[in-house]
């Protein structure tokens, strides 16, 4: 990993979050993709792959929690942090920016519990 003004830079198979660690802050990403994994005992599971403007670690904007996935540069990804003060700020700038995140949250609900069934 690799940090710099614009976000930071991941090599392909780094870890980008962790699960289990604690969270606090939202990732989107700029350049490249990523795959999510949860991680169920000594099973790995792969839920799905994030490219360009995606975002993931929303849940650590509202909760103090731990990570429920562990996310990993597939290839080269540059990916830019966003605190929650910074969000708090960036969405009374632009409010649709709340209900794009909740939109895209209650997505990912879903078609988890898709895959549960």
């Known amino acids: 990993m690799k940090n710099n003004t614009l976000g930071l830079q991941f090599n392909d198979g780094d870890t980008i979050i962790q699960q289990g ?56 990804a540059k990916v830019l942090t966003i605190d929650k003060k910074n969000f708090y700020k960036t969405i009374q700038q632009d409010p649709s920016l709340a209900y794009r995140l909740l939109e895209k949250m209650s997505k990912r609900l879903r078609d988890t519990n898709k895959m549960l069934e």
């Open 21 to 76: 660690e604690e969270g606090h802050c939202l990732f989107v990403i700029q350049e490249g993709k990523v795959g999510v994994f949860h991680h169920n005992g000594e099973k790995e599971i792969k839920l799905t792959e994030l490219g360009q403007t995606d975002f993931f670690g929303e849940m650590g904007l509202f909760e103090k929690d731990v990570r429920s996935c562990t996310v990993r540069a597939i290839g080269d």
